[in-house]
């Protein structure tokens, strides 16, 4: 039966060992980063207009949906609208 004592041990050995894997790996994310030549604010959200290189259709390719089946309402049931 594990002691209350034994057991705040493994929990602070446990918890100690995930937060130096942590930093380990966030040191790790940060070196890729700064070798790839990735400043810290490219990786963020940036302000700015959108450039399309493409221009747009004059008009939709499609103009009305249409579904690709068609069913026919039982009796039984109020016609849909």
Not at 37 to 55: D, F
Request: aromatic content about 6%; glycine content about 8%.
């Amino acid at each position: 039966m594990v002691r209350s004592q034994q057991f705040k041990k493994l929990s602070a050995i446990a918890g100690g060992g995930a937060f130096v894997a942590m930093v380990l790996l966030s040191l790790g994310v940060t070196e890729n980063h700064l070798d790839a030549g990735i400043s810290s604010s490219a990786l963020g959200a940036t302000l700015g207009q959108t450039v399309t290189p493409t221009t747009p259709p004059a008009e939709p390719v499609t103009s009305k949906a249409t579904p690709p089946f068609t069913f026919t309402t039982p009796s039984q049931f109020a016609v849909p609208h």
